[in-house]
């Protein structure tokens, strides 16, 4: 079912290892705000009509945003799009931008999910990772969402780093139980090109992540969360019963999606297309584009080889897995063929006509899937 995804690509302070789009140069939001208004209504037809099952403000920092830029926004959406009364509408939110009357005013808004970027409740990790909060901070917005009425939460955790030594680790996961957060998603560090943690190992400052000790913690968080109630239903997202990210669910499923804002992408099922990742520019090319005219954006038509990879990346992720049924020739014959010694090292199971990975392939995952890739 279709999704809306805005990007909101400003953040405080910029995160060592992120290589996401966003500035530290607030001083054009309000202009932002302005030309996400005019791409929300040139792209109107986009989705074609159907009625969005989710909202997902991304970014960046979309906690950035005030209450009345937010309101704005909303209004455009609803104006212009139908949306599902149950609709998942998604914020994500730095943990020293959730005031209580931040909160307070979120939960006026159609926002009905948080994503909290806590990555660790360690001020060591915290303060190498650069992030613009505190460990207190991490714990106490969790407290103050859920003491504001939100239920549906979701926060991210980093493991890897080389200040998260395995008890800060375990920790960090315990926590994240303990407050009865429904959803998590954690991820290893990984060092991006371009951004300060790249600079920080290329000169010899901070040793690269440790891939041992990421896989024992990856490990530790698989059985952890498994013993708490959580299902493991995509290789970075733990979720307890009913509360998986249907917004994110659908990119997987490989369901439509419109993307507005710099670097966002959108998928329509048969082309996708990316806007420029550039603040600047995509102001200056959206308000001198005649509407019609789109070139703050390319546009690319998936060719069958692209449409088997980008199934194959995203199904093989998740617990429902990869269905070669509907995969034409000669990519499932490919893919039937490629599997088998993958079946045969434990790495690839078979599960209700669909291919996923196991526990083991998880730490694998890019390497199997690219020898799968056709040609
Ligand atoms: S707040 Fe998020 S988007 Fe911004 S720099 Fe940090 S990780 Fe990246």
Not at 4 to 13: A, D, V
Not at 83 to 96: G, K, R
Not at 128 to 152: D, Q, S
Not at 157 to 178: E, K
Request: proline residues 5%.
């Amino acid at each position: 079912m279709p999704g809306l995804y805005l990007h909101i690509p400003f953040c405080k302070q910029a995160c060592h290892y992120c290589n996401f789009h966003f500035s530290t140069n607030l001083q054009r939001k309000g202009e932002m705000v302005e030309a996400l208004l005019v791409e929300l209504e040139r792209q109107r037809h986009y989705l074609q009509g159907a009625p969005l099952t989710s909202i997902y403000f991304g970014g960046g920092t979309p906690s950035l945003l005030s209450g009345s830029e937010l309101e704005r926004l909303f209004e455009k959406i609803y104006a212009l799009h139908p949306v599902d009364s149950d609709a998942e509408v998604t914020l994500e939110a730095n943990p020293d931008d959730l005031s209580p009357d931040k909160l307070k005013a979120l939960r006026d808004s159609p926002v009905n999910r948080l994503s909290i970027g806590i990555q660790s409740f360690s001020e060591a990790d915290l303060r190498y990772m650069n992030r613009a909060h505190t460990a207190a901070e991490a714990l106490t917005c969790i407290e103050n969402a859920l003491a504001a009425g939100f239920v549906n939460l979701t926060a991210d955790l980093i493991y890897g780093a080389p200040t998260t030594d395995d008890a800060q680790w375990a920790y960090n996961v315990r926590t994240m139980i303990g407050l009865g957060i429904p959803h998590v998603s954690a991820y290893s560090l990984t060092v991006e090109d371009r951004t300060a943690l790249a600079h920080m190992v290329n000169k010899g400052k901070t040793p690269p992540p440790d891939e041992d000790t990421a896989a024992r913690q990856y490990e530790f968080l698989m059985d952890t969360m498994a013993l708490a109630g959580y299902a493991h239903y995509e290789i970075s997202n733990f979720a307890q019963e009913g509360w998986r990210a249907r917004h994110n669910s659908s990119y997987w499923l490989g369901e439509p999606y419109l993307g507005i804002g710099p670097s966002a992408h959108s998928f329509n099922g048969v082309s996708r297309q990316w806007n420029i990742a550039h603040n600047s520019n995509y102001l200056k090319l959206l308000t001198a584009t005649n509407a019609g005219e789109a070139l703050w954006y390319e546009t690319e038509t998936l060719t069958p080889v692209q449409h088997y990879h980008d199934r194959l990346l995203t199904g093989l992720r998740t617990s429902w897995g990869f269905d070669p049924a509907g995969t034409p020739s000669p990519f499932k014959e490919h893919f039937l063929e490629q599997v088998r010694p993958y079946l045969q090292q434990g790495l690839v199971e078979l599960h209700r006509g669909s291919y996923r990975l196991t526990r083991f392939g998880k730490f694998l995952a890019d390497r199997i899937t690219v020898g799968l890739f056709f040609g």
